[in-house]
């Protein structure tokens, strides 16, 4: 399986989306994405280059599973 490496935020914002995810509100340079049936909102920095770490951790909050997200990066 690929590694997961650093995204756009534009490109992660769009892979949520696809994930039926949507925009709550932004603060300040944050995105916060939301779906009924999650508990947590996902926040996601407007970064050039949204490090691994929060990528890996948004997907964990949203139960989005490594195979769907890279199911989900091939169609952005």
């Given amino acids: 399986m690929p590694r997961i490496t650093p995204l756009p935020a534009r490109k992660l914002r769009r892979i949520?989306?696809?994930?039926?995810?949507?925009?709550?509100r932004t603060e300040g340079?944050?995105?916060?994405?939301?779906?009924?049936g999650v508990k947590r909102p996902v926040v996601i920095p407007n970064y050039d280059e949204v490090p691994?770490?929060?990528?890996?951790c948004n997907l964990r909050s949203a139960g989005i599973s490594r195979e769907e997200y890279f199911e989900l990066l091939r169609r952005v």
């Fill in 52 to 56: 691994v770490f929060v990528i890996k």
């Fill in 16 to 24: 949520f989306e696809l994930a039926g995810f949507a925009l709550a």
């Fill in 29 to 36: 340079g944050h995105f916060v994405y939301t779906k009924p």
